[in-house]
């Protein structure tokens, strides 16, 4: 069976960094682009960001070049380090693989675009 596992969430306090992986078990992701999403409490599930197979990456604007993804297809794993973390990023985080290899924003975005899902990760930030 196909899997996806999140890890590196937890607590931090704000201006922090947090590192998120994404393994995939079960089968292989490497000819898949990859994204992160977040869902905080009372709210919908939003995209954060996204990598294709060739390495090109997507961001959600309010990112802000403070997070950035990365893949490592020969462990199956995408990463996902989050820096100057505000409380606004507290949630649930989770990494999904795409139908896709390569895709624009467009494409990315909408968790329609996917059809494995991790079971998240959940990131506290304290003020």
């Known amino acids: 069976q196909v899997q996806l596992v999140e890890s590196g969430g937890g607590l931090v306090q704000a201006g922090g960094s947090l590192r998120l992986s994404c393994a995939g078990s079960?089968?292989?992701?490497?000819?898949?682009?990859m994204g992160w999403f977040r869902q905080a409490p009372g709210k919908d599930r939003e995209f954060v960001t996204g990598?294709?197979?060739?390495?090109?990456?997507y961001y959600a604007d309010f990112v802000q070049g403070r997070f950035s993804i990365s893949r490592d297809n020969a462990k199956d794993t995408v990463y996902l380090q989050m820096n100057s973390l505000e409380p606004e990023d507290t949630g649930d985080y989770y990494c999904?693989?795409?139908?896709?290899?390569?895709?624009?924003?467009?494409?990315?975005?909408?968790?329609?675009?996917?059809?494995?899902w991790g079971q998240g990760t959940q990131v506290t930030v304290s003020s």
């Open positions: 990598i294709r197979v060739d390495g090109t990456t």
């Open positions: 079960g089968g292989t992701f490497t000819n898949r682009a």
């Open positions: 999904a693989a795409a139908t896709f290899r390569y895709g624009s924003l467009r494409n990315f975005v909408s968790p329609a675009s996917y059809n494995h």
